[in-house]
Structure formats: structure tokens, C-alpha cells
């Protein structure tokens, strides 16, 4: 049995509506399992990036991608090595916290080099961006607190 | 000059050489159709009952010709009816552009009448598919079309075209067809490394599918397992590459494949695959599948290679270009020993036994053979019918033998009889060799042939039972026959006059020899009843998942 790990996939498509259609469904029908996927723009309007995060062994990723660059809107099709690549996530969490939180809060935040975007009366809307795994732990951290609502945006992902 | 939609694909088609068409008129394209009226001396369009049936014969008439085969349908249930032959024909890599209007763009998305999003439903049944928004787009998208579905690995494409682009107008210039040779390289060293491999064998095997068929190089084939004295065997998409009789051609492999080739196989110290995919009902035990064997793959489809099965040699090629570069570096061998133990296994071989006074599925194949004479076309359905045409009727030409192998699509043989003989005209002879189930699915299409006068000979191997499903319900269910004995009372000479056609009722040997002369001669379509013996099995079968080891060849 090959080892399952997480893989990056980095996807050039031509911009045309359906592409991730396209994607999602192959995908589907060949039970891949996607962890996370983004879709972005490049330097070239009519070329988009999609980022597609999978969990899978070795000839699971060489299908998928054999399979991926099938499609006729596929351009290139490449894994990201987490060695050689740049991976960044943006997450929001909004916290709920009365004048007693707000300030150990802002220090967690501050060890972690996440920013406060928003302050209400009962809650906290705290940004970080980084690395997946950074997102991870600071996210355990504030589990402690009392957490309303979070989002996360998956990967976006560039060879360095 | 400024053409409508509908004038621009009626110039395309004709432009990219389609000028034999299959459809169904309807409301979204009496554009088109109005165009297709216009261009009638240009374009002889075939209209079927249904619109599976037009798709299976826009597909039959591409697995007998190797052209794109086109089929034209209506938005809504027109479209969703093609879905099936789409389908089929995508399993199998036929060439294949299929055609839907749809409701006008400005009524897209609000659920009207006969609206269907077409391409969503076919997205992965197509190797691709196009959605047309503006008329100046569309010459191009057909061009393109055409092209995918006939280039690399083959398979069909959807134009999907709202009902007001098939009216707007723009300009038209005409443009010669791009014929598309992608090009191959065969890195030198992995040339050598597999000549060497075929060349030290010392018990190859040569596997084949329909790749041999769709690039046409099975002279190229022949001319290599002669050279090497390669013994062969074929997945049921390569039947007819290889002449019945051939001394290499140990036949069919797989779950219903001669013993022979399912022992060559285990003892085998090479095997060359080329234009196959390995699917389940060739490598039914993946894990066990040639054990004793190094791989060579050859396929033109990247995602192939080691797809099902593991390989040791891979090549991403066109056969025929792959099988050019090989030939001159194969020496000529006898394999003496080898041969011998084939001939073993051959002489020892599963054979059905015979009657003179009950029709036996084999014999029927072997009248069929004898009487239909060498360039006769057979074209099956799908369960016991299909399996007995593949292991018995000796067919000797590509594009002879037309089935759907990865679908496996009941009701595939009428529509796909009607295509072919579109295609080859009153040069060859066209036989349907059906089931009492597979014929009911879509007998309508009796009437297209009648319409047409398409002279097509269907032979019935009439069980009144679904004997393929009966079959597994028999071995592995212990008998428990759920669903699969319809009682139907269905006359087929009753039914055959009806459409306008002529029918028969067989239940010997002679009396079939009788009829099927008759109906060789009769110039109209044919139904030929065969009575047989709803207990009779398809033998050799693996059992799925087993291997030649788990062969069952007799079971009461």
C-alpha cells in the first residue's frame, strides 16, 4: 500500500464558464475527494488557476492529473512541492468576546501575527493568513474561546 | 456571404465531409431542419422512431466506417434520449458529434419548454462539449468539434445550440477540414528496451483491443506476431482485427475468452498489450492478472498506463505508428516450444457440443459465417447473443464486427445495424444478431429500416428469458430467477409484418438454413426467430474478480 498524503495541485485552465463544472465533475465520477479548492486569476485574462488541495497515494495523483489534463480546457496541470512552493490560506473567526476577552484575544492574535478586522459590542473578527498548518494551530488555540463563526479558504498555491 | 446558424451547420457538415446525418426533428431545431430541407441533394439525413436509435446509428455508422458519425436531435427529451448512445459511444472511443438545439437564449435557465441543460447531463460522457452563445462562434466550434472527436483517443463531442443562434445571422467563409495528425515520439532507448524484451520472450503474449481497430494498422499487427510468432488474443473490442483462422489467433480473453488464451496468459513471460485498456472483463483479478508476465503497454491514452494493471513498459502511442518503429526490430523466431503448448491448450480447448436437431447458439454463429459470406457486417446486442457472436462467428475484417464492449448498451444492435448500412450500402451484407431482450428494448427502429428499405437480417436467439442475468442468477444465486422470465408472448413474424418487414420462425438447424437464405436474398428488412433453449450458458466463464483458475466450464 502507497502512503495517502495531502498533495497540492496547481491547475492552469482557459476562462471559459463550466470550467470548474468540468473539474468538480470529473472529480466526482472518478471518486476523488477534494479537501479544498480554489479558483484565482492570473496575469493572462483568459487563464485562471485553480488550486485544488486532494488527499490520496501516489497512482491516485497520477490519475488524477493524467485525467485532468484530458479535459480540452485544461493548459497545464503540475503538484506543488510543499518544499519548493509557496502555500497560503486566509482565515476569518469571529470570537465571541465581552470587554473581559477583548484583550487576551489581541495577544493570541498577536503571537500568531493575525490582525482584529472588526469589534463589536460581543465579538471579535480576527484575520490570519499563512501556512495551512499555521491556520491549524491557531485555530486550536482558539478553541478555548468561544468561537460563532470561522471560514477558511483553502489553499492558493505558487512554485516559488 | 451571411448564412443563418442553421445554413452555417448545414455548410460545416458538408464542409467536414458529414454529408450522411441521423436525428429526430422538433421544435429547437426546425432551423436546422428547414436548413437540412434546403440542403437535401447535399445532405441525406436519416430519420430513426427515436433518438437512441439515431445516436447508435450515427455510432454504427462511425465503428463501420472510422468517419464521425453524426446525429442530430431537439432540446429536452430529444437531447436526453441521445444520452445513452452518447454514452455508449464514449465507452467504446467511437467518433461521434452529436447535435441539440435548445430553447433561445433568452429563455435559458428559467425551466421552458423542453429546456435541458444538455451539457451538464453529458459532461462526462463527452470528451468534450460546447454550449454556442453567439452565432459568429459557431462554424468554429463545429470545426473544432470534429476535430476532437476524431483525433487522439476518439470519442464524441455535443454542440448544444439555442434556437435563436440557429436563426441569427453572420458571415460564412468556407475552410478545408483540419486533418489532425498529432505527432508521436517513441523515445529510442524504450524502443530497445522492448525489442529486446519481445525478441528474449520466451512466452509472449500479444493482447489487443480496439486501438488496432480506430488506427486502422491491423496489417501492421499481423505483420509483427507473424514475424515473431507472437501468439495473440483480443479484448472483445478487437474482434475482427485478426482473421477466426488464424494460426496465432488464440481469440477472445477474459471473462468469456477460450481457455487457451486464459492460460497463455498465467504462464505467459511477456505480454504486449496494445490499443486496451485492461478493463474488468479482461484483467478481472487485477492483483493476479498475468502474474508470470512482465508488461508492455502500449495506448494512445496517457491516462491508461497503469490505470487497472501495473506495467513494466509503457509507451503513449498511436498503434500503428508504435507498431511501424517496433517491426524492424523484432527478429523473426519460431518459438517452437511455445507454439506447441498452444497448440495443447487448443486442441483441449471448451467446445459446445452439437445438434442436428435443436438450434445451438455456436451453430447458429457457424450457419451465420458460412452463408453471410466474408464482408458480411454483424452487429450485436448486449448479453448471451453478444458473447456467443464474439467467441463463434468467424469473422475476418476490422469494422466487421460492431458491439458495444464498455457500455454494454441493450438495445445498441438495431440502431446500429441501420448506420452501418447506411454506411456500406448494398456492398455488404448487414447482420443484427440479437436476444428476445435486447431486440424489445428498441424494435422500434424496424420501421426506420422499412422506411429506408435497409435491408438488415436480425436474428433473434430467442430464450424467452434475459439469459445473461438468468445465467448469474443460476450460478451465483442459486437459481432464484428474479425478473429475468418476462412470459412475453411477442410474435416476432406477426411483429415483423406489421412494421413491413418479412419474418421468420426457426427451431432446427435446417429450417434456420432455410430462412436466413431467404432473407440473404430478400432485399427488405428480416426477422428470423431462432428458438433456443433458455438453460443454454455462455461457457468458459471466469467468475468476476477470478482468474483462469476459477474457470467454469460446465454447469447443469
Same mark, same amino acid.
Not at chain 2, 107 to 134: C, P, W
Given at each position: 500500500?502507497?502512503?495517502?498524503?495531502?498533495?497540492?495541485? +496547481?491547475?492552469?485552465?482557459?476562462?471559459? +464558464?463550466?470550467?470548474?463544472?468540468?473539474?468538480?465533475?470529473?472529480?466526482?465520477?472518478?471518486?476523488?475527494?477534494?479537501?479544498?479548492?480554489?479558483?484565482?486569476?492570473?496575469?493572462?485574462?483568459?487563464?485562471?488557476?485553480?488550486?485544488?488541495?486532494?488527499?490520496?497515494?501516489?497512482?491516485?495523483?497520477?490519475?488524477?492529473?493524467?485525467?485532468? +489534463?484530458?479535459?480540452?480546457?485544461?493548459?497545464?496541470?503540475?503538484?506543488?512541492?510543499?518544499?519548493? +512552493?509557496?502555500?497560503?490560506?486566509?482565515?476569518?473567526?469571529?470570537?465571541?468576546?465581552?470587554?473581559?476577552?477583548?484583550?487576551?484575544?489581541?495577544?493570541?492574535?498577536?503571537?500568531?501575527?493575525?490582525?482584529?478586522?472588526?469589534?463589536?459590542?460581543?465579538?471579535?473578527?480576527?484575520?490570519?493568513?499563512?501556512?495551512?498548518?499555521?491556520?491549524?494551530?491557531?485555530?486550536?488555540?482558539?478553541?478555548?474561546?468561544?468561537?460563532?463563526?470561522?471560514?477558511?479558504?483553502?489553499?492558493?498555491?505558487?512554485?516559488? | 456571404?451571411?448564412?443563418?446558424?442553421?445554413?452555417?451547420?448545414?455548410?460545416?457538415?458538408?464542409?467536414?465531409?458529414?454529408?450522411?446525418?441521423?436525428?429526430?426533428?422538433?421544435?429547437?431545431?426546425?432551423?436546422?431542419?428547414?436548413?437540412?430541407?434546403?440542403?437535401?441533394?447535399?445532405?441525406?439525413?436519416?430519420?430513426?422512431?427515436?433518438?437512441?436509435?439515431?445516436?447508435?446509428?450515427?455510432?454504427?455508422?462511425?465503428?463501420?466506417?472510422?468517419?464521425?458519425?453524426?446525429?442530430?436531435?431537439?432540446?429536452?427529451?430529444?437531447?436526453?434520449?441521445?444520452?445513452?448512445?452518447?454514452?455508449?459511444?464514449?465507452?467504446?472511443?467511437?467518433?461521434?458529434?452529436?447535435?441539440?438545439?435548445?430553447?433561445?437564449?433568452?429563455?435559458?435557465?428559467?425551466?421552458?419548454?423542453?429546456?435541458?441543460?444538455?451539457?451538464?447531463?453529458?459532461?462526462?460522457?463527452?470528451?468534450?462539449?460546447?454550449?454556442?452563445?453567439?452565432?459568429?462562434?459557431?462554424?468554429?466550434?463545429?470545426?473544432?468539434?470534429?476535430?476532437?472527436?476524431?483525433?487522439?483517443?476518439?470519442?464524441?463531442?455535443?454542440?448544444?445550440?439555442?434556437?435563436?443562434?440557429?436563426?441569427?445571422?453572420?458571415?460564412?467563409?468556407?475552410?478545408?477540414?483540419?486533418?489532425?495528425?498529432?505527432?508521436?515520439?517513441?523515445?529510442?532507448?524504450?524502443?530497445?528496451?522492448?525489442?529486446?524484451?519481445?525478441?528474449?520472450?520466451?512466452?509472449?503474449?500479444?493482447?489487443?483491443?480496439?486501438?488496432?481497430?480506430?488506427?486502422?494498422?491491423?496489417?501492421?499487427?499481423?505483420?509483427?506476431?507473424?514475424?515473431?510468432?507472437?501468439?495473440?488474443?483480443?479484448?472483445?473490442?478487437?474482434?475482427?482485427?485478426?482473421?477466426?483462422?488464424?494460426?496465432?489467433?488464440?481469440?477472445?480473453?477474459?471473462?468469456?475468452?477460450?481457455?487457451?488464451?486464459?492460460?497463455?496468459?498465467?504462464?505467459?513471460?511477456?505480454?504486449?498489450?496494445?490499443?486496451?485498456?485492461?478493463?474488468?472483463?479482461?484483467?478481472?483479478?487485477?492483483?493476479?492478472?498475468?502474474?508470470?508476465?512482465?508488461?508492455?503497454?502500449?495506448?494512445?491514452?496517457?491516462?491508461?498506463?497503469?490505470?487497472?494493471?501495473?506495467?513494466?513498459?509503457?509507451?503513449?502511442?498511436?498503434?500503428?505508428?508504435?507498431?511501424?518503429?517496433?517491426?524492424?526490430?523484432?527478429?523473426?523466431?519460431?518459438?517452437?516450444?511455445?507454439?506447441?503448448?498452444?497448440?495443447?491448450?487448443?486442441?483441449?480447448?471448451?467446445?459446445?457440443?452439437?445438434?442436428?436437431?435443436?438450434?445451438?447458439?455456436?451453430?447458429?454463429?457457424?450457419?451465420?459465417?458460412?452463408?453471410?459470406?466474408?464482408?458480411?457486417?454483424?452487429?450485436?446486442?448486449?448479453?448471451?447473443?453478444?458473447?456467443?457472436?464474439?467467441?463463434?462467428?468467424?469473422?475476418?475484417?476490422?469494422?466487421?464486427?460492431?458491439?458495444?464492449?464498455?457500455?454494454?448498451?441493450?438495445?445498441?444492435?438495431?440502431?446500429?445495424?441501420?448506420?452501418?448500412?447506411?454506411?456500406?450500402?448494398?456492398?455488404?451484407?448487414?447482420?443484427?444478431?440479437?436476444?428476445?431482450?435486447?431486440?424489445?428494448?428498441?424494435?422500434?427502429?424496424?420501421?426506420?429500416?422499412?422506411?429506408?428499405?435497409?435491408?438488415?437480417?436480425?436474428?433473434?436467439?430467442?430464450?424467452?428469458?434475459?439469459?445473461?442475468?438468468?445465467?448469474?442468477?443460476?450460478?451465483?444465486?442459486?437459481?432464484?430467477?428474479?425478473?429475468?422470465?418476462?412470459?412475453?408472448?411477442?410474435?416476432?413474424?406477426?411483429?415483423?409484418?406489421?412494421?413491413?418487414?418479412?419474418?421468420?420462425?426457426?427451431?432446427?438447424?435446417?429450417?434456420?438454413?432455410?430462412?436466413?437464405?431467404?432473407?440473404?436474398?430478400?432485399?427488405?428488412?428480416?426477422?428470423?426467430?431462432?428458438?433456443?433453449?433458455?438453460?443454454?450458458?455462455?461457457?468458459?466463464?471466469?467468475?468476476?474478480?477470478?482468474?483462469?483458475?476459477?474457470?467454469?466450464?460446465?454447469?447443469?
Amino acid at each position: 500500500m502507497q502512503p495517502v498524503k495531502r498533495n497540492v495541485i +496547481s491547475v492552469l485552465v482557459k476562462n471559459h +464558464s463550466g470550467v470548474l463544472a468540468r473539474i468538480a465533475n470529473l472529480f466526482c465520477q472518478r471518486g476523488y475527494n477534494i479537501d479544498s479548492l480554489t479558483v484565482s486569476a492570473t496575469t493572462d485574462a483568459e487563464i485562471s488557476r485553480i488550486t485544488i488541495v486532494v488527499h490520496c497515494d501516489q497512482d491516485m495523483l497520477e490519475q488524477l492529473m493524467k485525467q485532468t +489534463s484530458k479535459l480540452q480546457e485544461t493548459i497545464d496541470i503540475f503538484p506543488l512541492d510543499e518544499n519548493t +512552493s509557496l502555500f497560503r490560506e486566509l482565515l476569518l473567526v469571529k470570537i465571541r468576546a465581552d470587554e473581559t476577552m477583548r484583550s487576551i484575544i489581541h495577544e493570541v492574535a498577536n503571537i500568531y501575527g493575525a490582525h482584529i478586522v472588526d469589534l463589536s459590542v460581543g465579538s471579535m473578527v480576527v484575520e490570519l493568513t499563512g501556512i495551512p498548518n499555521k491556520i491549524d494551530a491557531f485555530l486550536t488555540v482558539l478553541q478555548q474561546y468561544d468561537i460563532i463563526e470561522m471560514c477558511r479558504t483553502g489553499i492558493t498555491a505558487l512554485a516559488r | 456571404m451571411k448564412l443563418t446558424g442553421a445554413q452555417i451547420l448545414a455548410e460545416v457538415l458538408i464542409e467536414q465531409g458529414a454529408t450522411t446525418v441521423f436525428g429526430y426533428p422538433g421544435g429547437a431545431v426546425l432551423n436546422i431542419y428547414d436548413a437540412l430541407y434546403e440542403n437535401r441533394d447535399r445532405i441525406k439525413h436519416i430519420m430513426t422512431a427515436h433518438e437512441q436509435g439515431a445516436a447508435h446509428a450515427a455510432d454504427g455508422y462511425a465503428r463501420a466506417t472510422g468517419k464521425t458519425g453524426v446525429v442530430i436531435a431537439t432540446s429536452g427529451p430529444g437531447a436526453t434520449n441521445l444520452v445513452t448512445g452518447i454514452a455508449t459511444a464514449y465507452m467504446d472511443s467511437v467518433p461521434m458529434v452529436a447535435i441539440t438545439g435548445n430553447v433561445s437564449t433568452n429563455l435559458i435557465g428559467r425551466d421552458s419548454f423542453q429546456e435541458v441543460y444538455i451539457a451538464g447531463i453529458t459532461m462526462s460522457v463527452t470528451k468534450h462539449n460546447y454550449i454556442v452563445h453567439h452565432v459568429e462562434d459557431l462554424a468554429d466550434i463545429l470545426r473544432e468539434a470534429f476535430k476532437i472527436a476524431n483525433t487522439g483517443r476518439k470519442g464524441p463531442v455535443l454542440v448544444d445550440i439555442p434556437k435563436d443562434i440557429t436563426a441569427a445571422k453572420c458571415e460564412f467563409t468556407d475552410k478545408l477540414p483540419i486533418i489532425d495528425h498529432p505527432s508521436y515520439s517513441i523515445d529510442n532507448d524504450i524502443l530497445n528496451n522492448i525489442s529486446d524484451e519481445i525478441n528474449n520472450a520466451k512466452r509472449p503474449v500479444l493482447l489487443f483491443g480496439g486501438g488496432i481497430i480506430s488506427s486502422e494498422s491491423s496489417q501492421e499487427l499481423t505483420e509483427l506476431i507473424e514475424k515473431s510468432n507472437i501468439p495473440t488474443c483480443h479484448t472483445i473490442m478487437g474482434t475482427g482485427v485478426l482473421s477466426y483462422d488464424h494460426p496465432l489467433n488464440m481469440g477472445m480473453v477474459g471473462m468469456h475468452g477460450q481457455l487457451t488464451s486464459g492460460y497463455a496468459m498465467e504462464k505467459s513471460d511477456l505480454i504486449i498489450a496494445i490499443g486496451m485498456r485492461f478493463s474488468d472483463r479482461v484483467a478481472l483479478n487485477t492483483k493476479k492478472f498475468a502474474n508470470n508476465a512482465k508488461i508492455i503497454h502500449v495506448d494512445i491514452d496517457a491516462s491508461e498506463i497503469n490505470k487497472n494493471v501495473h506495467i513494466d513498459y509503457s509507451v503513449v502511442s498511436d498503434a500503428k505508428y508504435f507498431l511501424n518503429k517496433i517491426l524492424p526490430k523484432i527478429n523473426q523466431q519460431d518459438r517452437f516450444e511455445w507454439m506447441e503448448q498452444i497448440n495443447t491448450w487448443q486442441k483441449n480447448d471448451y467446445k459446445p457440443i452439437d445438434s442436428d436437431k435443436i438450434l445451438k447458439p455456436h451453430q447458429v454463429m457457424d450457419t451465420i459465417s458460412s452463408m453471410a459470406g466474408e464482408d458480411a457486417i454483424i452487429v450485436t446486442d448486449v448479453g448471451q447473443h453478444q458473447i456467443w457472436a464474439a467467441q463463434y462467428y468467424r469473422r475476418t475484417k476490422p469494422r466487421s464486427f460492431l458491439t458495444s464492449g464498455g457500455l454494454g448498451t441493450m438495445g445498441f444492435g438495431y440502431g446500429a445495424a441501420i448506420g452501418a448500412k447506411v454506411a456500406v450500402g448494398d456492398l455488404r451484407k448487414v447482420i443484427h444478431i440479437t436476444g428476445d431482450g435486447s431486440f424489445h428494448m428498441n424494435l422500434n427502429e424496424v420501421c426506420t429500416a422499412v422506411s429506408y428499405n435497409l435491408p438488415i437480417i436480425t436474428v433473434i436467439m430467442n430464450n424467452t428469458v434475459l439469459g445473461m442475468v438468468r445465467q448469474w442468477q443460476k450460478i451465483f444465486y442459486n437459481s432464484r430467477f428474479s425478473s429475468t422470465s418476462p412470459n412475453r408472448k411477442t410474435d416476432y413474424v406477426k411483429l415483423a409484418e406489421a412494421f413491413g418487414a418479412k419474418g421468420f420462425r426457426t427451431n432446427s438447424p435446417d429450417e434456420f438454413k432455410e430462412a436466413f437464405n431467404t432473407a440473404l436474398n430478400a432485399n427488405c428488412p428480416c426477422i428470423i426467430d431462432c428458438s433456443i433453449n433458455k438453460d443454454e450458458n455462455v461457457l468458459p466463464m471466469i467468475p468476476a474478480g477470478g482468474t483462469i483458475d476459477d474457470v467454469i466450464t460446465q454447469w447443469d
